[in-house]
């Protein structure tokens, strides 16, 4: 059980801003939910890089966006979310369901029509998993938009994935 709860549907070798809009669209994805913290934002910072905005403004012409943070600060993703025109939830609590439920009646589309993107085996993909949406790990990101070179929790998370025999890894 556990093993298919840590497997996400898409393994990424690259950050949200290079997630390819087309290919989620073929998967027949209708709607994206986004983790905030180290796939939409650096690491200690405060800014989208440009790269994921302009992913952005792209992914908003074909899907509906929802922000998604287990982060309880408001102001924090409350003003990315503003900037962004996106709606959000924070505090939610991945891998817990509730948050989850809730944006899923929001947007009114089936869970398998949905993906939740996100850069955490642990929350973002067994969240997802235990809801049925279609699930996205990326890389994080780095202030530049690149891929974080010094990601030792997503590593460590995917080794312990590797050791549970999840194939990952």
């Not at 913290?37 to 012409?61: F, M, N, Y």
């Not at 966006?65 to 709606?87: K, T």
């Not at 235990?130 to 990601?151: A, Y």
Request: glycine share 6%.
């Amino acid at each position: 059980m556990l093993r298919e709860l840590l497997r996400p549907n898409w393994l990424m070798e690259c950050t949200l801003a290079e997630l390819p809009i087309e290919a989620l669209q073929e998967r027949g994805i209708k709607a994206l939910v986004l983790d905030v913290d180290r796939t939409l934002l650096p690491r200690h910072h405060g800014v989208v890089p440009a790269s994921a905005q302009r992913w952005l403004a792209e992914a908003k012409q074909h899907f509906p966006i929802h922000l998604l943070s287990n982060n309880p600060s408001r102001q924090r993703i409350g003003s990315v979310a503003q900037l962004l025109d996106l709606p959000f939830t924070t505090s939610a609590g991945k891998p817990r369901r509730t948050a989850l439920r809730r944006v899923l009646a929001q947007l009114q589309i089936p869970a398998s029509q949905v993906a939740l993107v996100g850069d955490r085996l642990f929350t973002d993909v067994i969240a997802g998993n235990r809801l049925g949406l279609f699930t996205v790990l990326v890389k994080p990101i780095d202030p530049e938009g690149r891929p974080c070179q010094r990601d030792r929790l997503q590593r460590f998370e995917l080794r312990m994935a590797a050791l549970i025999g999840t194939g990952l890894g």
